[in-house]
């Protein structure tokens, strides 16, 4: 809870400093460029702490597969249950309600609007620094970081701070960015009750494919729910299934939840104008409140980060919760 204290008061002091440049907002073109560069170094750590990591490493194989399958089918049933949640609001892919649109003019054919090339340059550029540097961080993790430091609990302890304060860091400059255009307050008033409405969509959605995959693989339910309820956060829910001595569960846990957040980070630019911009923000899981608000933003729009962190707040509430309990039944 103290990091999302954390993160939205540098957020909002951000903002409140933007907004206090509205009027020169056009000198500040090199906030966009400030926020890649974060996104760059963010993921490159993220890299480097798995590349490092011996589980990460002995686990690539047959329950990784496993675990890619795994990650697939609760996305999938994330991705299902927000669709069917914003066709009940009457939101188009885009999560801009239909009623708005006719009334207003404002997106008149949006649903057939083409990406510009600078659109598509932009959202190819995000998608490509995420690989190179989530894949060169991992490179560099594997065969340096043992050699260098030795001690790894030393390196995670210093890298995890690091990611601590990039992450209040960039989120303050996406505070300032928000100030600087002014349309948060007016996008979240829009939002309303929607707001909650999408994050029980996900934990819907996560339940029912959960308990598919129970019948389809060879895992109880009680392993299935603990694996899908640990939503990407691969430094709890695992160490909390193997406390209860279900080894295998937990390595497939570990490997499902790397891959997940890893996942969210690589699809959610390729996938959001394809299967729409809430849609995306579930993605990632437990990581739609923090490391991937910029990738969210960029690859939407500034107000859809509000639903991808209502959704991964609520994903951290639950985790703690749920994991311990249903894996103790």
């Known amino acids: 809870m103290k990091y999302v204290v954390l993160y939205w008061g540098v957020m909002v002091i951000g903002y409140f400093f933007g907004s206090k440049f509205r009027n020169i907002k056009e000198?500040?073109?090199?906030?966009?460029?400030?926020?890649?560069?974060?996104?760059?170094?963010?993921?490159?750590?993220?890299?480097?702490?798995?590349?490092?990591?011996?589980?990460?490493?002995?686990?690539i194989g047959s329950i990784g597969l496993e675990a890619l399958f795994i990650t697939v089918v609760l996305m999938a049933g994330s991705v299902i249950a927000i669709s069917v949640t914003r066709r009940f609001f009457n939101m188009d892919k885009y999560a801009l309600n239909k009623i708005d649109i006719l009334e207003h003019g404002k997106y008149d054919n949006y649903d057939n609007k083409e990406e510009t090339g600078e659109e598509k340059t932009g959202s190819n550029l995000i998608t490509y620094l995420i690989i190179v540097f989530v894949i060169l961080g991992v490179f560099c993790g594997y065969f340096f970081i043992d050699k260098i430091f030795g001690d790894l609990t030393y390196f995670n302890e210093i890298t995890g701070e690091l990611m601590v304060i990039g992450l209040a860091l960039m989120l303050h400059v996406i505070g300032f960015d928000m100030g600087l255009s002014g349309t948060v307050v007016k996008n979240f008033s829009k939002v309303g009750i929607k707001v909650i409405a999408f994050p029980i969509a996900v934990l819907v959605g996560t339940t029912a494919a959960a308990l598919l995959l129970a019948l389809i693989l060879p895992l109880g339910v009680k392993e299935s729910l603990a694996i899908a309820y640990g939503f990407g956060w691969y430094t709890f829910a695992p160490v909390a299934?193997?406390?209860?001595?279900?080894?295998?569960?937990s390595a497939i846990s570990f490997m499902h939840n790397v891959i997940r957040e890893l996942g969210g980070v690589?699809?959610?630019?390729?996938?959001?104008?394809?299967?729409?911009?809430?849609?995306?923000?579930?993605?990632?899981?437990?990581?739609?409140?923090?490391?991937?608000?910029p990738i969210i933003e960029k690859a939407t729009r500034q107000d859809i980060i509000v639903y991808s962190f209502a959704i991964g707040t609520m994903e951290s509430l639950l985790v703690p919760l749920l994991v311990p309990l249903v894996i103790g039944l």
């Open 27 to 59: 000198k500040f073109f090199w906030v966009s460029i400030l926020q890649m560069i974060f996104i760059s170094v963010l993921v490159f750590l993220m890299g480097l702490r798995m590349g490092c990591n011996d589980e990460v490493i002995a686990n």
């Open 241 to 249: 299934i193997a406390n209860q001595g279900y080894v295998i569960a």
């Open 266 to 293: 690589i699809l959610a630019p390729m996938l959001a104008k394809k299967i729409g911009y809430i849609e995306v923000a579930s993605l990632p899981g437990v990581a739609g409140m923090d490391i991937l608000i």
